[in-house]
């Protein structure tokens, strides 16, 4: 499991313009699987390479 820092995830979504939604939907998971990543919650190693790559940072720049 990957935990995914908080701050950096919020930025890389500024950043990519996507919000919760749409962020679930192009990584293919539930939004309550983002909110759970956006609260601090780990994850599993495919949705955190899945959320990197909608976001187009690599997966090193988002973790804690």
Do not use: F, H, P, W
């Amino acid at each position: 499991t990957v935990r995914i820092n908080r701050k950096k995830l919020l930025v890389a979504m500024l950043d990519a313009n996507l919000n919760q939604k749409q962020l679930a939907e192009v990584v293919g998971v539930s939004r309550a699987t983002i909110n759970n990543v956006s609260c601090g919650r780990s994850c599993s190693d495919k949705t955190a390479y899945g959320i990197a790559d909608a976001l187009n940072v690599e997966l090193k720049q988002i973790i804690e």
